[in-house]
T-cell receptor, first 110, second 111 residues
Framework: DSGVTQTPKHLITATGQRVTLRCSPR?????VYWYQQSLDQGLQFLIQ???????AKGNILERFSAQQFPDLHSELNLSSLELGDSALYFC?????????FGPGTRLTVL | QQQVKQSPQSLIVQKGGISIINCAYENTAFDYFPWYQQFPGKGPALLIAIRPDVSEKKEGRFTISFNKSAKQFSLHIMDSQPGDSATYFCAADSGYSTLTFGKGTMLLVSP
């Protein structure tokens, strides 16, 4: 168990809808990262937050947004969902270089 | 553009054998190279990591070999066990703590 928690574990929704994925980092970790894992694209970095501030952006679509709250938990918001957004979404946290991943949220868009 | 190339895509090794997975990179700004292990339905778990000022790092049965001039690094799993059957990912960090991952290698260790 990495100490990173993610909810929900599974999410099934329809195209055009909006969902929110939640992540609680390990105790004491200030950095939170979001990754998308799909069969064709592999594991791709989406966005990083450090102590509430956006620090780095990767291949994140404009329809996606994230934030980190004062208690350091983070939420990833996905809107106007498309079939191609179906994937595993992982959150990771770190205090330094080592990133620890949560169990992921499997999103299915029908 | 794939910045970290990983091979092979899949690997079958007999129990007790050595599993070898290779990665190559182009970006010389990468300064931290971790390997992750992922079981089905689970998140990636950090296995071992190396920095470019070291040519080899060993932790138990797992060893990373690093060749800075060739821009290549590899994971060796000694005495491979069926419990090692998983997908392995190499990754690279450019110093901003954002990881670029290889495509992954599915390892199957046959009993």
């Amino acid at each position: 168990d990495s100490g990173v928690t993610q909810t929900p574990k599974h999410l099934i929704t329809a195209t055009g809808q909006r969902v929110t994925l939640r992540c609680s980092p390990r105790s004491g970790d200030l950095s939170v990262y979001w990754y998308q894992q799909s069969l064709d694209q592999g594991l791709q970095f989406l966005i990083q937050y450090y102590n509430g501030e956006e620090r780095a952006k990767g291949n994140i679509l404009e329809r996606f947004s994230a934030q980190q709250f004062p208690d350091l938990h983070s939420e990833l918001n996905l809107s106007s969902l498309e079939l191609g957004d179906s994937a595993l979404y992982f959150c990771a946290s770190s205090a330094g270089k080592e990133q620890f991943f949560g169990p992921g949220t499997r999103l299915t868009v029908l | 553009q794939q910045q970290v190339k990983q091979s092979p895509q899949s690997l079958i090794v007999q129990k007790g054998g050595i599993s070898i997975i290779n990665c190559a990179y182009e970006n010389t700004a990468f300064d931290y190279f971790p390997w992750y292990q992922q079981f089905p339905g689970k998140g990636p778990a950090l296995l071992i990591a190396i920095r470019p000022d070291v040519s080899e790092k060993k932790e138990g049965r797992f060893t990373i070999s690093f060749n800075k001039s060739a821009k290549q690094f590899s994971l060796h799993i000694m005495d491979s066990q069926p419990g090692d059957s998983a997908t392995y990912f190499c990754a690279a960090d450019s110093g901003y703590s954002t990881l670029t991952f290889g495509k992954g290698t599915m390892l199957l260790v046959s009993p």
